[in-house]
């Protein structure tokens, strides 16, 4: 190695301008990778992409989108729901609908307009059968008025004497005749029949009552035989009442004609209001139709009450039919009861006597009845009188009809007839133009936009029913004070393409010039503006890191060209931050604090090279000497910070990888440039070769505080040793109680707006936090999957009340836009397909419906509330029938608590092993590995136990503290080891060596120790949370290895002596400077 860095030494000396030339330009290609960095705070920043949640949320978000950006309005409710703010809204939306990174839009105007589309589709499919009825009538009207163009018009002479022969015609006597005539004769006819038929039979009952008086009791026989030739006495009843049926049934129709001329006589009258209404232009012609319209009208009426009055003739007939039928049976009764008496054991005297006296009664009123019959058909008219029935009709018609011929008088002239063909003409032709233009409307709807309500009246029909807001606009208007619009994203989008994208919904809010306060806010936002603050921070902390270490280096270094170091690291870490742009590594929250630490890290280096020239005064001598020391330092740091891939939290490897980037450019820079420019500077200033080596050597105050603290060590080494052991031991217990902070809003600078806005929002609207139960099958929208969906939210609900604010799934949207309290599944599969617009739609469940979505709104949770959480949840979706899994963002933050609490550990027994592994190697010695490693080790014990004093949370950046304190401890103890052994083979013994390391490496130590202290403590300054935390731990550590540095390291140096110096070492070698 040491031939490696003299022949590098010599190439300097030999050519420092060209060497000097080279690198920059090597550094300039670097440096230009700079604008390449990017800023990442995506998922991918917190689980490996190769994890299940992250392989679940991106197919997840593929989908159905990731987070929403969240607009909230606040004001009075007149002032939200007013018709201008919510154009206001729609004309946002409009300006957005284009841009390919949103997923969709949501607001009460959005669904304003849903409603309005819907409305005008309905509005659409009507259109065809308005357009050919007009058509119809139109052609109708041009039919009538060609019609009436056609004719002559007529004799008003004429149409008067129509109207009395119509007057003779309706004579209601004349018409009751006529209608009732034949019935009547009929009838009569029938009456005596039946009355010689009655009267035969009396004759024949009183014959035998008389001839069963004067007898002995009779033969039952014969009197069963007499009995039987009465049965006939029936049908003659039957046949009276079927003549009373027939009677009714006539005067029935009659009443159903009268009926149905009144209607006829209805319809005209309509008819002729409507002609009146359309030739309002012609008054005299309106003003006639008119009075015709109502002529008509009240003979309809007068026809109706007649038509009423023959229901009540009807119902009389109908009642005498029922009483001879009743007649008819109760004879027909009592035949069949004496034939049954006679079946007996005969009839005794009392029997026959009562008998015989019945008889004689029955055929006397038989006689009667058939007098009465004879006289009916004998006398006049059968019929019930209708002349009370009829009597005001004739005069109403009477009076009808002169009314008609007084308004005929005047009579309707040619022209007026004509300009009437006329109008009806243009009507039907304009109606039939109405009917093709509704035709070309509907064939050109597709190409129409639906309206928005033109003014408030028909905005509030629309936002309210009842008096009651509609459901379907509970997820937008929150409360009667705000309302919000979701502008949910595409899924995975870059972080360039997020921050467009709120750049635009912020200029698109602010040029409509809201009458409300409103607030873009949510996650997106939310990284956004946490990007911008990083990168104006990350500027902050450079600048101050670069200025407080230029002063500590003037305090405490005391070299000519004291700040070159500090330049020199200051382009390597701009270099670095080049090479991380083109090897495409994401600038990330933890990795902010890798400039102040490859600053703290880089300027050491510096100075050791520094510093030896200035001792040594020759480029080859100082890399010979110290370049082996300062690359075993490197190794051994670089080592440190690879343990930080073990870590499966993707910004911890990030943050791992620029700062093992950063160590090695630093280290070329500082052989590559520093040499190079001090060779040159002492080449080109002659008066520079003096060195004034008695001012470097002479003894300053830090040399006597170095050399007093040397003299402590060496009496208390021993009890150095145990003390520190001892604290160690202490604190590696605290350390197991030391909790974890993963809440990445508690890291943020809490002073900045858009987490204020965030926590705002929250407060109102109860959740910014989602978990989503992420669905797959072949099919879900069956009936066992809904109702399987419909319980496991129930049973979320039940399990988890104070952690879920609301559920949502497809139910709810098929609940909004359904009008009917229960439908079945034909009609629930219509209602997704047809009326749920895609927008909404595509939030649920996909297009081919074979993934589907349960999304959970929850409380802002810690991260252990929030593990066990989602632990239950995978419990209660074990017997799913279909494949499911729970994913979201607050998953991801539940595996980057599990990455960093099971890796932290583990990333420090990694870079542990592989350090003191390293030096195993290359010392070829046991004791030497152990002197370098062990303070670092006791350094790492001692940091859990402050940070349990001191009550700090593990973050994802203290988490690395354990690998970045063994990096950077060890390279100090490497320098500071190498020194020693390079001075006792020298032959001085360990007294002396002791005190000649710490007096030269020692100065060097201290000036780097303490500048990097300085780079870190601008880190407490920081608005990050996480960086202030880590800022003091990190000064904390780096002020414990300087003292384990110059104190317990001594002590082990001093104790382990005899172990780490072999006599077999030759002092020559150390003496030698290897020669070209």
């Known amino acids: 190695m040491n031939k490696i860095f003299s022949k590098i030494g010599s190439r300097i000396e030999k050519t420092p301008f060209k060497t000097l030339f080279v690198t920059i330009i090597i550094f300039a290609l670097m440096i230009v990778g700079a604008i390449k960095v990017n800023m990442a705070t995506g998922s991918e920043t917190l689980v490996k992409t190769s994890n299940e949640a992250y392989i679940s949320n991106y197919a997840m978000e593929e989908e159905f989108g990731g987070d929403a950006i969240m607009v909230l309005l606040e004001g009075e409710e007149e002032d939200l729901l007013k018709l201008d703010n919510m154009k206001k809204m729609w004309n946002v939306e409009e300006r957005l609908k284009y841009n390919e990174g949103i997923f969709t839009l949501m607001s009460p105007a959005s669904i304003v307009h849903q409603i309005t589309d819907k409305q005008g589709t309905e509005i659409k499919k009507q259109v065809p059968d308005i357009s050919d009825g007009l058509g119809e009538l139109g052609d109708k009207l041009t039919e009538i008025g060609q019609e009436l163009g056609s004719k002559e018009l007529p004799d008003p002479q004429a149409v008067e004497e129509k109207l009395d022969n119509l007057m003779k015609s309706m004579d209601p006597s004349k018409l009751m005749d006529d209608m009732a005539g034949e019935q009547e004769k009929e009838l009569k006819d029938k009456f005596m029949t039946m009355g010689n038929g009655l009267g035969e039979m009396g004759q024949k009952l009183s014959n035998i009552g008389s001839e069963l008086a004067s007898k002995d009791i009779p033969n039952p026989k014969m009197i069963e035989e007499k009995l039987e030739e009465l049965s006939g006495i029936s049908k003659v009843f039957d046949e009276l009442s079927s003549g009373q049926d027939d009677l009714a049934k006539g005067v029935t129709e009659l009443g159903g004609g009268l009926d149905t001329s009144s209607a006829g006589l209805k319809e005209i009258s309509r008819q002729l209001g409507q002609m009146a209404e359309e030739m309002k232009g012609n008054p005299e012609l309106y003003k006639k139709l008119n009075m015709f319209a109502e002529n008509i009208d009240k003979s309809s009426a007068g026809l109706s009450m007649m038509s009423e009055n023959t229901g009540k003739l009807s119902q009389g007939n109908e009642n005498t039919s029922q009483a001879l039928n009743n007649i008819g049976q109760k004879l027909k009764q009592e035949l069949e009861e004496m034939k049954k008496a006679l079946s007996g054991d005969g009839i005794s005297s009392e029997e026959l006597k009562q008998m015989s006296n019945g008889f004689i009664t029955m055929g006397e009123n038989l006689g009667d009845l058939s007098k009465g019959l004879s006289q009916m058909a004998a006398g006049g008219s059968i019929l019930p009188d209708s002349s009370n029935v009829f009597s005001s009709l004739k005069g109403n018609i009477e009076k009808e009809v002169s009314a008609m011929k007084d308004n005929l008088s005047g009579g309707i002239s040619p022209d007026e007839l004509k300009t009437m063909s006329d109008g009806f003409i243009t009507m039907g032709e304009n109606l039939s133009k109405i009917s093709g233009g509704l035709k070309t409307f509907h064939e050109k709807s597709g190409m129409m936009i639906p309206y928005f309500p033109h003014n408030q009246k028909e905005l509030e029909n629309i936002l309210y029913e009842d008096g009651n807001l509609r459901d379907i606009f509970s997820d937008t208007i929150i409360d009667e004070n705000h309302m919000m619009i979701m502008i949910k994203l595409k899924g995975n989008l870059e972080d360039s393409e997020i921050d467009s994208i709120f750049n635009e919904v912020s200029h698109a809010m602010e040029a409509e010039d809201f009458d409300v306060n409103f607030?873009?806010?949510?996650?997106?936002?939310?990284?956004?503006?946490?990007?911008?603050?990083?990168?104006?921070?990350?500027?902050?902390?450079?600048?101050?890191?670069?200025?407080?270490?230029?002063?500590?280096?003037?305090?405490?270094?005391?070299?000519?060209?004291?700040?070159?170091?500090?330049?020199?690291?200051?382009?390597?870490?701009?270099?670095?931050?080049?090479?991380?742009?083109?090897?495409?590594?994401?600038?990330?929250?933890?990795s902010m604090a890798v400039f102040p630490i490859l600053i703290g890290l880089g300027i050491d280096y510096s100075i050791q090279f520094q510093n030896r020239y200035e001792e040594e005064h020759s480029v080859k001598t100082t890399l010979v000497q110290i370049g082996k020391a300062v690359g075993l330092a490197v190794l051994a740091t670089v080592l440190g910070f690879v343990s930080l891939f073990a870590s499966p939290v993707p910004m911890i490897q990030d943050f791992g990888k620029m700062l093992t980037i950063g160590v090695i450019v630093s280290f070329i820079g500082s052989i590559f440039l520093l040499m190079p420019v001090l060779s040159a500077r002492d080449t080109v200033a002659a008066k520079a070769r003096d060195f004034r080596i008695k001012d470097y050597e002479k003894a300053g105050p830090i040399d006597k505080f170095l050399r007093f603290t040397v003299n402590s060590v060496i009496k208390l080494a021993p009890l150095i040793i145990i003390i520190a052991i001892g604290l160690a031991t202490f604190g590696l217990i605290a350390d197991t109680k030391v909790g974890v902070e993963t809440d990445i809003e508690t890291f943020m600078p809490q002073d900045m707006d858009a987490l204020h806005d965030i926590h705002y929002i929250r407060d109102i609207v109860g959740s910014t936090n989602q978990m989503i139960i992420f669905m797959e099958d072949e099919e879900l929208l069956t009936e066992d999957n809904l109702s399987w969906m419909r319980d496991i939210s129930k049973q979320a609900r039940t399990e988890f009340s104070n952690k879920i604010v609301d559920i949502k799934y497809i139910d709810n949207l098929v609940e909004n836009f359904s009008d009917m309290e229960e439908i079945n599944f034909d009609e629930y599969l219509e209602i997704i397909d047809n009326d749920i617009p895609e927008s909404q739609r595509r939030m649920f469940i996909s297009d081919e419906k074979d993934k589907a979505v349960i999304l959970m709104n929850v409380e802002h949770m810690a991260t252990t509330e929030l593990q066990e959480f989602v632990e239950g949840m995978k419990v209660m979706l074990e017997d799913a029938p279909i494949k499911t899994s729970i994913t979201g963002k607050s998953v991801l933050d539940v595996e980057m608590v599990k990455g960093l609490t099971d890796g932290r550990l583990r990333m420090t027994l990694i870079g542990l092993g592989l350090v003191f592994l390293s030096l195993l190697i290359l010392y070829r010695s046991f004791f030497k590995a152990l002197v370098a490693v062990l303070p670092v080790v006791l350094i790492v014990g001692m940091s859990g136990g402050i940070m349990n004093l001191l009550g700090l949370k593990y973050t994802p950046i203290t988490a690395t503290l354990g690998a970045l304190v063994l990096g950077m401890g060890t390279e100090m103890t490497i320098m500071l080891l190498e020194r020693y052994l390079e001075e006792r083979n020298e032959g001085k013994d360990k007294r002396r060596a002791l005190f000649t390391t710490i007096k030269f490496i020692g100065k060097a130590t201290l000036a780097s120790g303490l500048t990097t202290i300085g780079g870190f403590s601008v880190l407490m300054t920081s608005k990050f949370v996480i960086l202030k935390d880590f800022g003091l731990m990190t000064v904390i550590n780096i002020s414990l290895a300087l003292m384990a540095t110059f104190i317990i390291l001594p002590?082990?140096?001093?104790?382990?002596?005899?172990?780490?110096?072999?006599?077999?070492?030759?002092k020559a070698e150390y003496k030698k400077v290897p020669q070209e």
């Open 519 to 590: 607030i873009v806010s949510g996650k997106p936002v939310l990284d956004s503006s946490l990007r911008t603050e990083m990168k104006s921070n990350m500027i902050i902390m450079v600048a101050s890191a670069v200025a407080l270490m230029l002063i500590i280096l003037n305090l405490v270094f005391r070299v000519r060209w004291r700040a070159l170091s500090l330049g020199i690291i200051f382009v390597s870490v701009i270099a670095t931050l080049g090479l991380m742009g083109h090897l495409n590594v994401s600038m990330t929250m933890v």
């Open 1051 to 1066: 002590s082990l140096i001093w104790i382990l002596d005899r172990f780490i110096v072999s006599d077999k070492v030759k």
